[in-house]
């Protein structure tokens, strides 16, 4: 709803509006008590977990039919890569091999220290790149907070700034200066075997308090990594693995009053999210990154009941419908996937013999292969009764 207000009153004078938003905030806070109405928090900036989509944005993606908006699909790179790092120069390294430009900010007058950092996409040609800071894609994504899940040593900060220097040398071109193990190829056959390794991870998070937000925030940020590898892996345009990202981007993100200590002794995920943006594809494999598909969902859901127990009633709700929803159309898409893998392994034979059965039981027709989500049942309506009819149609369900 818009509103046009006059700011000239009849006297000729002006309104004040000095401190509007917080003098609107109030009588806001007093008509929620008086109606009883539920309390939502003031969207400062500082209480933005992630930034808005502007309508200049939205217009411009618009304008050169891309899916999202710069700024999204930047903001699922970034997540994707950092989570999938050990340490910040695999991260440059990573960024660049996804084909984002990124350039570092140096200190004042230092070339040798590192204090953010900017990242594009590959503008069209003869167009200019726009920068977007990690600060400005999401509030945990900004170096600072990046680092603290990396190693803080001397020569991990060296080995990163050969890579912020070897970037901004070569923007077009970037060779890396040490390539890491981002450049080796993981064995697909990893899948099952991280999918068991998950289960510590499930019996270290039983663990955590509800209440502790900085806990649960680490763990909805490596999830919400996770998702966001698969995400780049099999999605050519935004779909269920990147809203769920997105979703539990989030929950991954802490208020400036919520102390920001991470928990030291908790599995990492870096190795899953690595071979998940490496090897992920839903061919062959489809069983064993189904059963690692699994897994993930299990964390989400201890996810959303610790947001559920600590009384957050609307992002509860978010994560219900991304695990209803989004993650119901994932594990769809790959239940159509194994069955077809197990189409394809039978002799011609065993398949016509399969067909035979299917088109008897009335399974015939091609399996989906898309991330779709399976279609919903019509629900028959009841026959309308007629004057004097003493029993229903017995066609109700």
Do not use: C
Request: proline letters at 7%; hydrophobic letters at 35%; a positive charge.
């Amino acid at each position: 709803m818009h509103i046009a207000v006059s700011l000239v009153r009849e006297d000729g004078t002006k309104a004040s509006t000095h401190n509007d938003f917080h003098r609107a905030m109030r009588i806001v806070r007093e008509l929620e008590n008086e109606f009883e109405l539920r309390p939502l928090r003031a969207e400062r900036e500082q209480d933005m977990p992630q930034r808005q989509e502007s309508r200049a944005a939205r217009e411009s993606a618009q304008r050169r039919g891309a899916a999202e908006v710069d700024s999204t699909r930047l903001e699922r790179t970034v997540r994707a890569a950092a989570s999938a790092s050990m340490d910040e120069g695999e991260f440059v390294r990573r960024m660049r091999r996804e084909g984002v430009l990124i350039r570092p900010r140096f200190e004042t007058g230092r070339n040798d220290v590192v204090t953010g950092y900017s990242v594009a996409l590959r503008p069209e040609k003869g167009a200019q790149p726009v920068w977007h800071s990690g600060l400005r894609l999401a509030r945990d994504l900004t170096l600072p907070e990046l680092r603290k899940g990396w190693p803080d040593t001397p020569e991990n900060a060296a080995a990163a700034v050969e890579e912020w220097r070897a970037t901004r040398k070569n923007p077009d071109r970037y060779v890396p200066a040490r390539p890491g193990r981002e450049e080796s190829e993981m064995n697909p056959e990893f899948f099952k075997m991280y999918a068991e390794d998950m289960t510590r991870l499930h019996e270290y998070i039983a663990t955590i308090d509800p209440d502790d937000h900085a806990a649960w925030a680490h763990v909805a940020r490596e999830t919400s990594g996770a998702y966001a590898a698969w995400s780049r892996r099999l999605e050519p345009v935004p779909g269920p693995l990147a809203r769920t990202s997105r979703t539990l981007a989030r929950s991954a993100q802490l208020r400036p009053s919520q102390s920001r200590r991470r928990p030291v002794a908790m599995p990492s995920m870096v190795n899953t999210t690595a071979l998940i943006l490496a090897q992920a594809s839903k061919g062959k494999n489809a069983a064993a990154e189904a059963l690692l598909l699994r897994q993930l969902s299990q964390t989400t859901v201890s996810i959303f009941r610790a947001v559920q127990a600590s009384g957050d009633a609307r992002r509860a709700s978010e994560l219900a419908a991304t695990v209803k929803n989004n993650l119901r159309a994932v594990r769809d898409g790959y239940a159509a996937q194994i069955a077809e893998n197990g189409v394809a392994a039978l002799t011609p034979e065993e398949r016509a013999v399969k067909q035979r059965a299917d088109i008897a039981a009335g399974r015939g027709g091609p399996l989906p292969t898309t991330l779709t989500p399976a279609a919903q049942p019509e629900l028959a309506q009841p026959a309308p009764r007629t004057t004097g009819a003493g029993d229903r149609d017995g066609t109700e369900r």
